[in-house]
């Protein structure tokens, strides 16, 4: 039995990092479930640090920062996980060895 086959309408799901493990394809896929969740009446709390989750339609996002504070109401492009996967993607080489460097001595 798939996960996804638990969802029914009108339910409330509390999520936490529910992309652990999932390719970027079945993320993609787990996107458009939660989505028509959404639109059947489910509420869905959902802790991600996915920048595909993160667009699901119509979602409200809130961004926790380290200091405890938080943004309501965040932008997609607005998000740290959108914004270090853009910037990945624009520079893939130049990303990785500044990751390298920084992390060398940890």
Known sequence: MQ?????????LYILDEPESGLSAIRQMALLATLHRLSTTGSQIILA????IL??????????????GT???????QDTVAFRAL???FADPAGIS??????????
């Open 97 to 106: 060895q500044f990751m390298i460097e920084v992390t060398k001595d940890q």
């Open 54 to 67: 993160l667009a699901i339609p119509s979602a409200n996002l809130v961004e926790i920062h380290e200091d």
């Open 86 to 88: 853009d910037e990945f």
């Open 48 to 51: 991600t640090h996915s920048p």
């Open 70 to 76: 938080w943004s309501e109401h965040t932008e997609l």
């Open 3 to 11: 996960v996804v086959e638990s969802f029914h309408k009108d339910g």
